[in-house]
């Protein structure tokens, strides 16, 4: 069984006075307080949801 790619991100701006979208996304990806890091993994869907908070997450890490 190979690895699974995974992505480490931390939220870094609030989702105070943001859109439901972007507060619904912050939440599926498992952040809804600053600071809070997850290690998720590297799917299509994930990327797409960190590409849409971008201003409001960072990535920590990307591990193989």
Same mark, same amino acid.
């Given at each position: 069984m190979a690895d699974k790619? %995974? *992505?480490t991100i931390r939220q870094t701006g609030s989702p105070i006075? /943001?859109?439901?979208e972007q507060r619904d %996304?912050?939440?599926g990806l498992g952040l809804n307080k600053m !600071?809070?890091?997850r290690t998720l993994e590297d799917t299509p869907a994930? /990327? !797409?949801?960190i590409r849409k *908070? +971008? +201003?409001m997450v960072e990535i920590v @890490? @990307?591990?193989k």
């Open positions: 790619k %995974t *992505v006075r /943001r859109p439901k %996304t912050l939440i !600071g809070r890091v994930v /990327r !797409g949801m *908070v +971008h +201003h @890490e @990307e591990s």
